[in-house]
């Protein structure tokens, strides 16, 4: 059966529009624990925009299920992942402007420097996942600098305009995946996943794991929003 990891950033974007300490990213995990998630992600990113090293400390502190970081490969995140020991590592390419992670690891062009860098994260029993694109080079190369898992980007399949579009970027991920599991690596992928684009998934044995913030933590805003403005409009009236 697939698993879903839950990525929790957004809740800690919402607390650093006032910084201030709610909502914590904290109890977001654990509720995302108790509705069944299993596994919980956060990505600590070199300017702190959102997950603090606080919040990292404490989920692993909490977090029951798994707990995936996701980070740059950087000196100062080596430190950090070395230190906090998440049950997955996952690698993202980070650029200060972005908006969010806008593509794959170029793990092809940049073998020796991450065989290096995987090495140093499994020398202390990190597990290690690469995010890239779903092209063969990039797989391979991923195999090839020691990674056990490769996260498939689907943010150009979830970009898709027309449906022609996305049944084609979908079979390329499709036989990414089977490419990956045929070489021995693990399979997850994730980016831009919401609740249609996610249903040609449902049933293919390709997929092990779904990583989803964004869509969940959207919906979890409007689900919540009707709940919250009632206990509000309760304490004003009297
Ligand atoms: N996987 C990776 C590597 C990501 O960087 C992100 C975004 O933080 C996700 C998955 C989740 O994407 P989304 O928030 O669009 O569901």
Excluded at 35 to 53: W, Y
Excluded at 107 to 129: C, I, P, W
Excluded at 151 to 172: C, I, K, M, S, V
Aim: proline letters at 3%; aromatic letters at 4%; charged letters at 30%.
């Amino acid at each position: 059966m697939p698993r879903l990891e839950v990525n929790i950033d957004h809740v800690a974007t919402l607390r650093q529009a006032r910084l201030t300490n709610e909502p914590d990213p904290v109890t977001a995990a654990a509720l995302a624990e108790l509705a069944g998630a299993d596994g919980i992600i956060v990505h600590l990113r070199e300017d702190r925009r959102h997950i603090q090293d606080r919040d990292l400390e404490l989920l692993r502190q909490t977090v029951k299920t798994r707990l995936n970081l996701e980070m740059a490969a950087t000196s100062e995140m080596l430190t950090v992942a070395r230190q906090v020991k998440p049950d997955l590592v996952t690698l993202v390419p980070e650029k200060r402007q972005e908006l969010t992670t806008e593509g794959g690891l170029e793990v092809a062009k940049n073998m020796a420097f991450l065989k290096n860098y995987v090495q140093d994260l499994k020398e202390v029993g990190l597990r290690v996942s690469l995010f890239v694109d779903p092209v063969s080079a990039q797989i391979d190369a991923a195999r090839e600098v020691g990674a056990e898992w490769v996260e498939l980007h689907t943010g150009t399949y979830a970009d898709a305009l027309t449906r022609a579009e996305a049944t084609r970027l979908f079979q390329e991920l499709i036989n990414a995946a089977r490419h990956a599991r045929s070489i021995g690596l693990k399979v997850k992928c994730g980016h831009g996943l919401n609740y249609r684009n996610i249903k040609p998934f449902r049933g293919r044995e390709e997929f092990a794991e779904f990583s989803i913030g964004h869509s969940i933590m959207a919906r979890a805003i409007l689900v919540g929003i009707e709940r919250a403005v009632r206990e509000m409009v309760e304490l004003t009236r009297w």
